[in-house]
């Protein structure tokens, strides 16, 4: 069975300051890992996405995550946190095979403050 | 055009009337999914189509149900509306025959059931 966690439903930075949304996932499979982001009224858009390829995986707006097996993570990062970063953000997860489906952590909610 | 339509984008009914939402998809994927997104719970997966003849429940399929009318088509129906099924519902698609399950989301549908 496939499991996210996502710590912290509610995350504050300053403006410029570094982002840090965390996540934790178990899979029993080699897992592939998502990250979606979710603005104000609007559907959700794939940031990044882990695919067994390279361990750190850069996606749109400067954000980035590091696969970590040994810590079962895929930490969002940002260096320098923009006002229009604030959205919800969804980490993901889905297993290989005929039936795999997403998995979805619980979301954290990114406020960016000037 | 968006690559995910969902109709409506708003709606308010009463308790106990019969509402459909309405999915269409141009990206050519087989896989269709009607997800609730409620504060706090994050997305749950109410019903999931992998072709035209597969229909399968979700986490939270009661009160809903759904018709595959054609593999861009994933309707979504609550025959008695009740006021906890007020939430943002979201369609997505994704093709299996990629090697990950990367999800295409609609823009959403907001209802309220008063």
């Known amino acids: 069975a496939q499991s996210v966690t996502q710590l912290g439903s509610h995350v504050s930075v300053s403006e410029g300051a570094l982002v840090l949304l965390r996540c934790n996932y178990s899979?029993?499979?080699?897992?592939?890992l998502f990250w979606y982001v979710q603005y104000p009224n609007q559907g959700l858009q794939l940031l990044l996405k882990y695919t067994s390829a390279a361990t750190l995986v850069k996606g749109i707006n400067g954000f980035e995550a590091e696969f970590k097996k040994s810590e079962t993570s895929f930490h969002l990062t940002k260096p320098s946190a923009h006002m229009s970063d604030a959205a919800e953000y969804f980490c993901?997860?889905?297993?290989?095979?005929?039936?795999?489906?997403?998995?979805w952590g619980l979301g954290t909610s990114l406020a960016v403050n000037p | 055009d968006a690559d995910v339509t969902q109709t409506p984008r708003n709606r308010i009914t009463k308790t106990g009337k019969r509402i459909m939402l309405e999915c269409s998809q141009t990206k050519g994927h087989d896989r269709m999914y009607w997800y609730r997104q409620d504060p706090g719970l994050g997305l749950r997966l109410i019903y999931y189509s992998f072709d035209v003849k597969d229909i399968n429940k979700g986490e939270i399929s009661d009160g809903y149900s759904v018709s595959r009318q054609a593999q861009a088509k994933f309707s979504l129906s609550l025959e008695s509306a009740i006021p906890n099924q007020t939430a943002l519902y979201f369609c997505?698609?994704?093709?299996?025959?990629?090697?990950?399950?990367?999800?295409?989301f609609g823009q959403g549908t907001r209802l309220t059931v008063v």
């Open positions: 899979s029993s499979v080699p897992p592939y």
């Open positions: 997505a698609t994704s093709d299996s025959r990629a090697m990950n399950t990367e999800a295409f």
């Open positions: 993901a997860v889905s297993g290989a095979g005929n039936n795999r489906k997403l998995i």
